[in-house]
């Protein structure tokens, strides 16, 4: 199992939690699962993540916002 | 739940309806200008051939165009749920019969025609500002981008309101002869405030997220879209006190436009994708198109009447080149990025995370989307150059080409509705 990133975007303007989780993405291992904390869903981020080769989940969270968990597509499902 | 359909994003098909109406117009308008380059192309500017023109390309293109991506993304940028969609589906119907009833009246100038095409047309737009009013209440953060798409909105308003005047008056003559002042800053709120502002307030937003891109100064937006209000603003103020030197508006203008443009080159300097998309390219040349009409306006205004600048042709070619290069262009490019990502969302969009699904850039084909951009571009270039100089043939050849763009264009959007299998 490799490592889980943590990243709250709570509070950011659009185009800002996507290029954020974009970023995180670059330094991550193929093995790594990053997770994010976004007020809305980052709707342009979903085909840029396609095109990246990464599988991705969107749950609402209790309280409002979403949960995001994109791992390296073919990688165990976290 | 793992499905991207989310509540603060309408179907495709509402903004769908919008956008189809608006590259079908945009496509008539291209066709009308090749098989009557003499009466639409050489002035005098004001007669029912361009006039309905002009409608055609502002109304039933850009502003149909720019009706449904609001509804698309109004949602997304400001954050608010669609008040009512269900009244937004039916408004196009009005919209459709009344804008082109107007268009007819125009081109047959029959002044009962226009008159009913008018009234139609302002109630449905109305209606449609009325409903954006609803949804744009429940906007609880403001952007300074949402307060440019706002003044936007307020100021399409005022233009169909000026309109609506103005058809009245052609049909009843009740404000006598003042057509002439109201005409001037119909023209002004239309071009600037409607289409420029909100372009600035969407462009500020999509060019970032589609060049992905960031750490660039936002200091010059504010400015930028103040000054463009500004401008618009003394445009209007001119028709009530022409006392006001046009040169005023037209400097805050030409400035705010120059901010706009380094606003977009920093924001291209900061990009994440190396390689520019098809989108980027489209706003950059668009942008390029709307620096040489702000400066034509602006020298205008400054070298005052019975310049060259003054002359009808340079008039003309800056309306073509307002109308198909800086708003027309940017509009193209922008849809070569929403209508794939609309179609992608509502096919694959359950999908999308789990399985295989195609990419966006596998929606349409990348040949024929390299020759749209070329033969848009030039094309655009060299028919503002044939106008400007006098020369027929090269005008007629260009708007061949802009033609030809057009269609390839009209054959793209076709393939990016296309169901699609995934290539991985
Ligand atoms: C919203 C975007 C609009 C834009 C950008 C726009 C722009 C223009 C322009 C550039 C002209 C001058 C045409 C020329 O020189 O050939 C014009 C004239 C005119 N427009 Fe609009 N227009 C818009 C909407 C409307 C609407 C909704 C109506 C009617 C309800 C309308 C009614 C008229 C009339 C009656 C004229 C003048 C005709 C004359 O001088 O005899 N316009 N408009």
Redesign the interface.
């Known amino acids: 199992m490799g490592r889980v990133v943590e990243l709250d975007n709570r509070g950011l303007e659009p185009p800002e939690p996507m290029m954020r989780i974009l970023d995180a993405l670059e330094t991550m291992g193929d093995g790594d699962t990053l997770v994010a904390r976004n007020d809305r869903q980052p709707m342009f981020l979903y085909p840029e993540l396609e095109e990246r080769g990464y599988a991705h989940r969107t749950e609402p969270m209790d309280g409002g916002g979403y949960r995001i968990t994109v791992w390296k597509a073919g990688k165990e499902r976290p | 739940?793992?499905?991207?359909a989310?509540k603060?994003?309408p179907p495709v098909t509402l903004p769908i309806r919008y956008i189809v109406t608006g590259i079908v117009s945009y496509f008539i308008a291209q066709l009308a200008m090749l098989l009557w380059p003499d009466k639409l192309l050489t002035g005098p500017v004001l007669r029912p051939e361009t006039i309905s023109l002009v409608h055609l390309l502002t109304l039933g293109w850009a502003s149909m165009v720019v009706i449904g991506v609001l509804y698309q993304m109004i949602p997304?940028?400001l954050?608010v749920d669609l008040h009512r969609e269900d009244v937004g589906r039916f408004l196009f119907w009005p919209a459709l019969i009344g804008v082109s009833t107007l268009i007819v009246g125009f081109r047959i100038w029959n002044t009962t025609v226009i008159a009913t095409g008018g009234t139609i047309t302002t109630l449905s737009f109305f209606a449609y500002g009325w409903n954006m009013r609803g949804t744009l209440l429940n906007v609880k953060?403001w952007?300074r981008q949402g307060f440019a798409m706002l003044a936007g909105l307020v100021f399409f308003m005022l233009t169909v309101l000026w309109g609506f005047m103005m058809t009245l008056t052609l049909r009843f003559g009740f404000l006598g002869s003042s057509l002439g002042g109201l005409l001037g800053s119909h023209i002004a709120m239309g071009f600037i405030g409607w289409f420029t502002l909100m372009i600035f307030g969407v462009a500020y937003?999509l060019v970032?997220?589609?060049a992905?891109?960031?750490g660039f100064t936002e200091s010059r937006q504010l400015p930028a879209i103040l000054l463009l209000g500004g401008g618009t603003f003394l445009f209007i103020a001119r028709a009530f006190w022409p006392g006001i030197p046009g040169w005023t508006g037209a400097t805050l203008v030409m400035v705010a436009f120059l901010l706009f443009a380094l606003d977009v080159r920093t924001i291209f300097k900061h990009r994440?994708r190396r390689k520019l998309e098809l989108v980027s390219r489209f706003s950059a040349a668009s942008v390029v198109a709307g620096i040489t009409v702000f400066a034509l306006i602006w020298g205008r205004f400054l070298a005052g009447q019975g310049s060259w600048l003054d002359d009808e042709r340079v008039l003309i070619a800056a309306g073509y080149m307002a109308l198909l290069g800086w708003i027309s262009l940017m509009i193209v490019g922008h849809l070569y990025k929403i209508i794939p990502?609309l179609a992608?969302?509502h096919r694959y969009?359950d999908k999308?995370?789990?399985e295989a699904?195609p990419?966006?850039?596998e929606l349409f084909n990348r040949k024929v989307s390299e020759a749209c951009f070329w033969l848009l571009v030039i094309g655009t270039g060299m028919v503002f150059i044939g106008i400007l100089a006098g020369l027929g043939l090269l005008t007629r050849l260009s708007l061949l080409a802009t033609l030809a763009g057009t269609l390839a264009f009209a054959y793209n959007v076709w393939e990016m509705v296309q169901p699609k299998e995934a290539k991985n």
């Open positions: 739940m793992n499905t991207l989310t603060k994003a997304v940028l954050q953060a952007s937003r970032p997220m589609f992905l891109s960031h994440r990502f992608w969302l969009g999308a995370g789990k699904v990419l966006l850039r």
